[in-house]
C-alpha cells in the first residue's frame, strides 16, 4: 500500500533574519498503517494538533518583487502585507531602548509611522538610514489591526547634505520635513508632492535662493493638499483680475480679491502685481525660470505675508522650525 503523510499543524509560520523571510509549515507525520485487528474507519492512533509545530520543514524564501503586495493571515482577525516604496525619513523618536518610531513621507503610500527595532543599537540594522531626511528604499510589514507597522529594511540611497555652512538651508530642509508630517494624513499618497520635496532637498543642497525654493515648496504643498488660495479670480465678486498695480488679500475668502473689492475685504490688505507674477511663477508647470528671480525687499516681505497664515491656519499654530529661516 502506497504511504500516506497528513500534515499535522496547519498554521502558518513566518521566520524573519535581517531582510530576508523565510515561509514553512509544521513537519509531517506518517500515519499509522492499520494492524491486522483495526477497523476500516478508525481514527488514527496520534489525533492531529493544529498546535504541534515543534518541527519546521520546508522552508522556503519568498522574495517580492514591487509593487507586490503578499499578505499572510495569522489568525482570523489580524492580517499584514510586506510593502516596498521609495521614502524620505520626516521624523523620528524613542521607542524603547533599543527600537524608535520613524516617520516617512512616501511616493506610494504617502505618510506611514513604523517601528524600527534595534535601531538604537550601536550596530543596528539601519545605520545611518534613519537620519533626519534621509532618502531609502524600504521595506515594511503593514499590519491591518491598526498598530504601528514593522520596519524590516531601510536602504539608503541618498543623506540630506545642505548647502555647506549654510544653517539656512539646514533648517530649510526641517521645515519641510514638520510640514509633510503636520499636514500630511497617513496612508493618502501624493506622489507629486513626494517629488516636488525631492527636488526641494536637491536644491537646498546648493546655493540657490532660499526664500524661492520654499515659497515654492509651500505652494507645491498648498495646491496637493487642495488649500492653493485663488490668484487668477477677484474672491468677492468672481470676475478675472485685470492688470492692476496691487490686489488685496483676503484670506478668510481664500485668495486675492480685485481693487475694486478691496474696500468689502475685512482684512483690505495688500500684495503689489510684481508679487502675485511671482507667486504665479513658482507655480507654473514646468517653469524654471523662477531659480534666476531676484525678489525685491518688499516682494519678500509680501510673499511670507501669503503664505505664513496659511500654513499656520492649516497647522493649527505657527511651524517651530520657521523663525530659524531668515526668509
Known sequence: MARQETVIAHRHL?????????VGFASIRPEPQPGPDSQTGSQPDHPLDPDDCTGLAGLRQIEYPSPTRRSFTHSSSSR???????????????WSESSRVVTWFSREFGKLATIAKGAKRLKGPFEA?????ARCEVVILR??????????????????????NNLGHLYGGYYLAELLDGLCEE????????????????????????????????????????????LELCVLCGQPL?????????????????????????????IAASTRAV??????????????????????????GLLNPLIAQLLGRRPKTLRYLPL
Open 14 to 22: 513566518t521566520l524573519q533574519t535581517d531582510s530576508v523571510y523565510l
Open 80 to 94: 499584514v502585507s510586506i510593502e516596498k516604496a521609495s521614502a524620505l525619513v520626516i521624523r523620528q523618536a524613542d
Open 129 to 133: 538610514a534613519l537620519d533626519l531626511l
Open 143 to 164: 499590519k491591518s489591526s491598526g498598530s504601528l507597522d514593522i520596519l524590516t529594511e531601510a536602504k539608503l540611497q541618498k543623506r540630506f547634505t545642505p548647502a555647506t
Open 187 to 230: 496612508d493618502q499618497p501624493h506622489p507629486r508632492l513626494f517629488d516636488a520635496a525631492i527636488a526641494t532637498l536637491d536644491s537646498l543642497e546648493s546655493e540657490g535662493n532660499l526664500a524661492l525654493t520654499v515659497a515654492k515648496f509651500e505652494l507645491e504643498l498648498l495646491r496637493d493638499l487642495g488649500h492653493l488660495p485663488e
Open 242 to 270: 485685470e492688470q492692476a498695480a496691487q490686489y488685496g488679500v483676503d484670506l478668510a475668502a481664500g485668495g486675492l480679491c480685485c481693487p475694486q473689492c478691496v474696500e468689502n475685504s475685512p482684512s483690505r490688505r495688500l
Open 279 to 304: 507667486v504665479l511663477q513658482l507655480i507654473a508647470e514646468g517653469e524654471t525660470t523662477w531659480q534666476r528671480l531676484l525678489l525685491t525687499s518688499r516682494q519678500a516681505s509680501e510673499l511670507r
